[in-house]
């Protein structure tokens, strides 16, 4: 009979010979521990045991890194305008939800349109929602 712990992991070593925890070094290798990181995320949390609770912890710090390294520098050279539909994109953002974010779903159209400009107060909410720097959204 298996102990709790040996249960674990099993079922940490398990995802690791599916998709092994190394350092994701290319697009194509994000993109695949992206998609592998999905079949675990969509699971509800409390279905994950601690194994592959430790598993996920691991693989989304390692997605993370590579976003932090790559990506950002990415967003960092494009207009604030691409940059935000970029971030909205990433995040699965609609524009009820932009609306919603800076309390005015016109105003969202707009800037989304191109035809008014960000405020510092929006540009404050943007930076705070998808974590980057505020300097992002100024021209």
């Known amino acids: 009979m298996k102990t709790k712990t040996q249960k674990i992991r099993d079922s940490y070593f398990d995802l690791v010979r599916q998709f092994p925890l190394v350092s994701l070094k290319s697009k194509e290798q994000y993109e695949s521990a992206l998609e592998f990181l999905k079949t675990l995320a969509i699971r509800n949390e409390s279905s994950l045991d601690e194994g592959e609770k430790a598993y996920l912890d691991a693989?989304?710090?390692?997605?993370?890194?590579?976003?932090?390294?790559h990506?950002?520098?990415?967003?960092g050279q494009m207009k604030p305008l691409d940059a935000?539909?970029?971030?909205?994109?990433?995040?699965?953002?609609k524009p009820i939800d932009l609306g919603s974010l800076l309390g005015?779903?016109?105003l969202a159209s707009q800037i989304l349109h191109g035809k008014r400009a960000l405020?510092?107060?929006?540009?404050?909410?943007?930076?705070?929602?998808?974590?980057?720097?505020?300097?992002?959204?100024?021209?």
């Open 104 to 106: 005015n779903r016109g």
């Open 71 to 75: 990506l950002r520098a990415e967003i």
């Open 119 to 139: 405020s510092k107060t929006h540009i404050r909410l943007l930076s705070e929602r998808f974590k980057v720097e505020p300097g992002l959204f100024f021209d």
């Open 59 to 69: 693989l989304t710090q390692f997605v993370g890194d590579y976003e932090d390294k």
């Open 84 to 93: 935000l539909k970029y971030l909205m994109r990433e995040n699965d953002m």
